[in-house]
């Protein structure tokens, strides 16, 4: 499996391969709305030029691609027992522990199964790395200047979000890595990582 340096595949057209997981699944659109600025989050907004789109049900995301480390295919990963149903789970990516999050199950969207296909974003949330898995992997997005619109608090994610810009006539939500996951989800995967069978530290 490999990694990826900048470039992001483009959504394939073909036909989804045998499924590995079973959840149901159902779509989630959201609605398009007046987004009014808010006071205090004009440098974010400001600094943002380039991100990394990606799709939950009918819902165009995104994040900034400096937090973006690479994009994979899901791999096999150990489950975290008694943690939140959103970290599905730990995996080894080049010697590193790294949680697994759905994203789906994070923001409240109906679960999906998962497929061989199903991409995982490694990106940076907190100082740490964290696998998000999502429906499918976009694009890179050039952010027109200006263009963001900090959100207003009719989102309900308004305090993971960075903003809202359009990419032809779709909204694309663009969310804050270090708002994103939540701290106790990341301390749960490092006492899920601790806990490893034959796991051996000083």
Known sequence: MTGWSKQVPRKKKAEPPEAVATQPEKSAVAEEVAVEPEHGQ?????????????GLGDQLYAVPIENVQ?????????????????????????????????????????????????PMILLHSRGQLVAVIVDEV???????EGSVQAPSGI???????????????????????????????????????????????E
């Open 42 to 54: 004009a440098a974010d907004t400001a600094s943002l030029r380039q991100v990394v789109t990606f």
């Open 70 to 118: 690479e994009i994979q295919q899901i791999v096999e990963f150990t489950p975290v027992p008694d943690s939140s149903p959103a970290l599905v789970g730990i995996l080894d990516v080049r010697g590193s522990v790294v949680p697994a999050i759905d994203l789906r199950l994070l923001l409240g969207v109906p679960p999906r199964e998962y497929r061989l296909d199903t």
């Open 138 to 144: 976009q694009d890179v997005f050039e952010v027109p």
């Open 155 to 201: 989102y309900a994610l308004a305090d993971k979000m960075i903003g809202v810009c359009r990419s032809g006539s779709t909204l694309v939500i663009v969310l804050d890595p270090d708002r994103l996951v939540p701290q106790v989800l990341l301390a749960s995967a490092n006492e899920g990582a601790e806990g490893r069978p034959g796991d051996e530290r």
